[in-house]
């Protein structure tokens, strides 16, 4: 078992004026995981990959790609590949009391709507979730319907957006590495205030420099 609960004194995030707040909910049995809940260790193990406020652990065969600005340089979000499937995440701020998927998952089905798709919720393995259908225009000019899966994750302080894309999104044995590689997240939050919403700060990996299909 790589996680552990810490004791109320072990909180460096932890006041005298927000004693009052609720502790956080046992932690996901499975993942993903906030890094208060994991062994120091497991944070530093050779499968792991440290990007900034997530750490992941890629799978056989799988492809890291990072979505970089290219007026910032800052690492928007984090898109893995294996063969035709693929795992976007995002990773945010959120309040201590309360999570915010329940509130994005609307705005996201607004935002399906008004392109013209369709935004259904389900029942996923990490809770409520919501299946898109949207149409997509090609580099041709040709337009089709494109299925995602949009999977939210309430954590400490933080949400944790996943999307998966293609072949993933739409059979479930090709969803389960998806799956397992998202349980394995490691959500590093940091103690500093955050407005509630906000990006997690992600970074590339030590020594990588982004190359021109990385950019966004």
């Known amino acids: 078992m790589i996680f552990r609960r810490k004791a109320k004194n072990e909180d460096p995030e932890t006041t005298e004026t927000d004693a009052v707040v609720e502790e956080t909910a046992e932690p996901r049995a499975e993942g993903p995981f906030d890094s208060s809940e994991v ?23 799988m492809e890291l790609r990072l979505q970089v600005d290219e007026q910032t340089g800052q690492v928007q979000a984090i898109l893995l590949v294996l063969e035709d499937s693929a795992l976007e995440l995002r990773a945010f701020a959120a309040p201590k009391k309360t999570g915010i998927w329940s509130e994005v998952r609307r705005e996201i089905a607004a935002e399906a709507s008004r392109m013209g798709g369709t935004a259904t919720e389900t029942e996923g393995t990490f809770g409520t979730e919501l299946v898109l259908v949207v149409p997509v225009e090609d580099p041709d000019g040709q337009i089709f319907s494109q299925t995602s899966r949009v999977v939210g994750v ?21 969803a389960a590495p998806m799956e397992e590689t998202l349980r394995n997240v490691i959500v590093v939050r940091g103690a500093e205030p955050m407005a509630v919403r906000e990006s997690l700060p992600l970074q590339l990996p030590p020594g990588a420099q982004p190359a021109p299909d990385e950019e966004a």
């Open 39 to 61: 062994d120091p260790s497991v944070l530093e193990a050779e499968d792991r990959i440290d990007l900034g406020a997530l750490v992941i652990t890629g799978m056989p065969g």
């Open 154 to 174: 309430d954590g400490p302080r933080w949400l944790l957006r996943a999307t998966v894309l293609g072949r993933a999104a739409v059979e479930p044995d090709a």
